[in-house]
Each structure stands twice: as C-alpha cells, then as structure tokens.
C-alpha cells in the first residue's frame, strides 16, 4: 500500500494563500496522474486539481480555476497545490491522491488508486 503523505493545510483569511504538498512515503513509487480532491461538511466529495506526471496536463475544477495551480516537481516526486485568493467556500479536508498508471478520468474520484490521509484547509472571512 502506498502512503501519500501532505502538508501545508492550516487556517487562513479570506484572499490569503496556501500551498498544499503531497509526496509519496515511498520516494521510488512514481504515478501517472495526482490529483486534489476536497470534502466539506455535509458536502459530496469534490474534484479540485489534477496533474499528469509525464506531460504536465492540467485539470481543474470550475470553481477553483484562475485561482488555484496545481504543479508537480519530478526531481522530487512532489506535487503542488497553490491556492490564491481564498473564499470561505473553499474551507474543506483537502485529499492528495494518486493513479499508479493512467486508470480514466483525473477528474473523478474512482479513477485513483492512493489518497492521503487530508489536510484541513480553514478559510476565515
């Protein structure tokens, strides 16, 4: 089993910034495609982001793009979510996860493999 593991969550006011880290534990595990997720309360589970390794494509949700990068560092296996102007909206456990090999759409939830445990991302206004 591969463990993802994330940093940079925390609290933040609105149309302030976070950067959102996610590598694998298991610096030799490469993947085709990571991707963000998020799930506010009461609230189905969200796609935010998502990055193919080989190539760099991007996706984004409409509700984050122009606001949010998602970027990946392949020298050291770790990609990257920066998020810019915050709204209370976006407050939500955000999940890292991760296709191994390339399994459909990077946009939904079933297509990977390996998720994070979450980071709470709390944004004041």
């Known amino acids: 089993q591969v463990q993802l593991v994330e940093s940079g969550g925390g609290l933040v006011q609105a149309g302030g910034s976070l950067r959102l880290s996610c590598a694998p534990a298991e610096r030799t595990f490469t993947s085709d495609v990571m991707g963000w997720f998020r799930k506010a309360p009461e609230k189905e589970r969200e796609f935010v982001a998502a990055i193919t390794w080989t190539g760099g494509f991007t996706y984004y949700s409409d509700s984050v793009k122009g606001r949010f990068t998602i970027s990946r560092d392949t020298a050291k296996n770790t990609e990257y979510l920066q998020m810019n102007n915050l709204k209370p909206d976006d407050t939500a456990v955000y999940y890292c996860?991760?296709?191994?090999?390339?399994?459909?759409?990077?946009?939904?939830?079933?297509?990977?493999?390996?998720w994070g445990q979450g980071l709470q991302v709390t944004v004041s206004s």
């Open positions: 996860a991760a296709q191994a090999y390339y399994n459909g759409d990077p946009t939904y939830f079933a297509s990977y493999d390996y």
